[in-house]
């Protein structure tokens, strides 16, 4: 969590703050930003407090995610931003989101749910399908299963858990497609894709079949929604 005490930093859910970490590269030059997703709500991890939360996995020679790992109270943090105007909650409450992630990539859907929760905005509803390699990889696993389900639908998905076969959010995602078809042909519906490059695929041919299965063509499907602003992509 970083506390800007007096220092005004206005972030939006779905956005992102860059933090530079303390040193210099191998050139002898300060080392660029590294972005990060915010995973607290505009009003702040704490409510009405000017700070935010965010979602680190230390990399074994990660600079920054190291730094950031480190990081004792009271310590000091260079930071940048916030970045990001594609990957915004809708403003509008009836709005149905969907959404899909893996490991960190949930920041940004952690900061939705709780910005919906604190505002009573869960009319539209929001789904979830949440993809990790075990439970205790998978972050927020104890909070994300107190969200109650007439707010959150959670699907959570564990490719390696221990006495189960190996499933993937886009096998989850194929278990449920009736339900994603409905929210597929519904226009007030929000698709959310986050997470590490390598699910792009799978989920996107997933999304297809689905589509495809109920006579929609997906391709103009997602091309229409991404041109209304409602297929929102944001992989690493």
Known sequence: ILDFGSQPMPVLEGQSIGIIAPGTDKNGKPHLPRLYSVSSPRDGERPNF??????VKREEQGICSNFVCDLKKGDTVQVTGPFGATFLLPNDPEAKLLMICTGTGSAPFRAFTMRR?????????MTLFFG????KSLPYFGPLNKVPDHILKK????????????????????????????????????????????????????????????????????????????YHVETY
């Open 50 to 55: 000017n700070n935010l939360s965010l979602t």
């Open 117 to 125: 929760q604190r505002s009573g905005s869960t009319a539209g509803g």
């Open 132 to 135: 990790a390699r075990t439970t």
């Open 155 to 230: 699907h959570l998905v564990f490719s390696r858990a221990e006495g189960q076969p190996r499933t993937y959010v886009q096998d989850a995602m194929m278990q449920e497609q009736d339900a994603i078809a409905e929210l597929l042909g519904d226009p007030a519906t929000h698709v959310y894709v986050c997470g590490l490059k390598a699910m792009e695929i799978g989920v996107e041919e997933a999304l297809a079949n689905i589509a495809e299965a109920t006579g929609q063509q997906w391709i103009a499907l997602r091309d229409a929604m991404r041109s209304e602003g409602r």
